[in-house]
């Protein structure tokens, strides 16, 4: 039975002057706070491993040691995402929204003044809570501010910022590190983060606290310690050893914690991870497709980024320079499947050409790349690969939530925001795993390199399967009418 149509409508395109606040359409004020925020939350998802060799030497400190300061906000974003839709729900999005940029921007000025090791990691776990709230409380106010049908131009928008940031990182990393300092890899969010609040705060119309049940402590806690030991365990995986003591504790105590978290949630009326909402189809449909997406885009962005340096010898700057058109291949498929292609393909036929384009594109790059590979022809299947990304970033973020009622998007968001973000950590981890025992060494073999990109298009295939799976009929709210 197809789910009941969602309570919907959207906001006023302009508010009525309140205090110091300004006239400014609502849809344009939560599309431009939420985008940046979230650009800068996932910009430090890879701006960071470029600086790390700095970073080590300026507190000497060996680099198998350095790497936690990836790994502590990684795993810091996955503790407190799920607790953003309540605190969403509770204390009104605005309100919510602009402390997680504040705490994320005072965190990053803090990381530029750490005196110590131990010091960056623990601004690191801060930052990561900042970057961890703001992302599905301001999915959620996106949600809300535009009807379904009108979603598709807000996704075009986010879309170009979760394709450009992460290969944005390694580009601004190299030539800060390069010309100023690894300090400047977290100053350069400050300005930006106090801008973003300061628009808020002038811009943002007052969310009313939408009726929230008592925090879900069991919940959170479950979620908290599951999800965080799991991201340690997969991040940390390929590095020091499936088999190794600490990776296999949190992998296996992350996987109960997170057994039990879903067998108390469904128990729950109002559950702070809220897993009956993966009943309704088309969301399940969706968030399984940007899980498995968000995975072979990452995952082949961090080979094709050793593979530029280990197997043809580039810099780490140069080949940042060298990926980024991968991103201009992201922003002109979500523009292309925002005025075309969603409407006239339909999301199931839309997602799913993204998605069969990713993995083909990924093959081409097992079958073709070695040592020899002209440059150029490496460019073109980076935005081949970024054109088919494209259509499922934005296919996945419009439909999703379009059998999702209102009272439900935060919770939704956040089950959204968590399967990316855990996808995208167990991308990188399977094709390094791949690369490493198909290689033998860590040496520039492209053999290793082929059976990675194999794996990525391979694994990729879930997400064409997830994506036959979306009914037109129940994203029909999300599909623009054609203009006369």
């Known amino acids: 039975m197809a789910p009941t149509r969602p309570r919907t409508g959207g906001v006023p395109d302009a508010v009525v002057r309140r205090g110091p606040r300004w006239d400014v359409s609502q849809k344009l004020a939560v599309g431009i706070v939420y985008v940046a925020g979230i650009f800068l939350s996932t910009l430090d998802m890879t701006i960071v491993n470029i600086a790390l060799p700095s970073i080590g030497r300026a507190f000497d400190v060996p680099s198998t040691s350095v790497d936690i300061v990836s790994v502590s906000y990684l795993v810091s974003l996955a503790v407190f995402v799920p607790c953003s839709g ?17 705490v994320f921007t005072l965190a990053s000025a803090l990381c530029g003044t750490a005196t110590s090791l131990s010091q960056l990691i623990a601004f690191r776990i801060l930052q990561g809570a900042g970057g961890g709230m703001l992302a599905s409380v301001g999915m959620a106010m996106l949600l809300r501010a535009f009807r379904p049908e009108e979603r598709v131009r807000a996704s075009a928008i986010l879309t170009m910022a979760n394709g450009l940031a992460p290969t944005l990182g390694p580009v601004l990393g190299g030539l800060l590190v390069s010309q100023v300092s690894w300090r400047a890899i977290f100053y350069v969010n400050v300005p930006f983060g106090v801008l973003a609040v300061l628009f808020g705060v002038l811009c943002l119309r007052n969310e009313p606290a939408r009726p929230a049940e008592r925090l879900d402590l069991t919940g959170f806690l479950l979620a908290a310690s599951g999800f965080g030991l799991l991201m340690f365990g997969v991040s940390e995986g390929p590095e020091r050893g499936w088999g190794s003591a600490p990776v296999l504790t949190g992998l296996l105590c992350g996987a109960a914690l997170l057994t039990g978290l879903v067998l108390v949630s469904v128990r729950k009326r109002t559950p702070m991870m809220d897993f009956r909402l993966l009943r309704v189809r088309l969301f399940a449909a969706g968030t399984t497709a940007m899980t498995v997406q968000s995975a072979t885009f990452l995952g082949t962005l961090f080979l094709i980024t050793l593979y530029l340096q280990d197997v043809r010898g580039m810099t780490p700057l140069a080949a940042g320079l060298a990926t980024f058109p991968q991103s201009l291949g992201v922003a002109v498929g979500s523009q292309l499947a925002s005025r075309v292609l969603y409407r006239t393909l339909r999301p199931r036929r839309q997602l799913m050409l993204g998605a069969a384009g990713t993995s083909a594109a990924v093959t081409l790059m097992a079958l073709l790349l070695d ?13 081949l690969m970024g054109l088919a990304v494209g259509q499922v970033f934005l296919g996945t973020q419009s439909a999703s939530f379009a059998t999702v009622s209102d009272d ?3 919770r939704a968001a956040t089950l959204f925001n968590v399967g990316r973000r855990i996808g995208g950590a167990f991308g990188v981890a399977i094709v390094t795993t791949v690369l490493v025992s198909a290689s033998g060494t860590t040496g520039a073999d492209t053999g290793g390199y082929r059976a990675a990109f194999l794996t990525a298009a391979a694994l990729n295939l879930l997400g064409l399967y997830a994506a036959s799976r979306v009914n037109d009929e129940d994203a029909s709210p999300t599909i623009p009418k054609k203009t006369p």
Not at 86 to 100: C, Q, S, V
Not at 373 to 378: A, C, D, G, Q, S
């Open 86 to 102: 309540w605190l969403g729900d509770r204390f009104g999005g605005k309100r919510t929204l602009l402390t997680a940029i504040g």
């Open 408 to 410: 439900s998007s935060g």
């Open 371 to 383: 040592a020899t590979t002209p440059l150029w022809l490496v460019v073109t299947l980076l935005v």
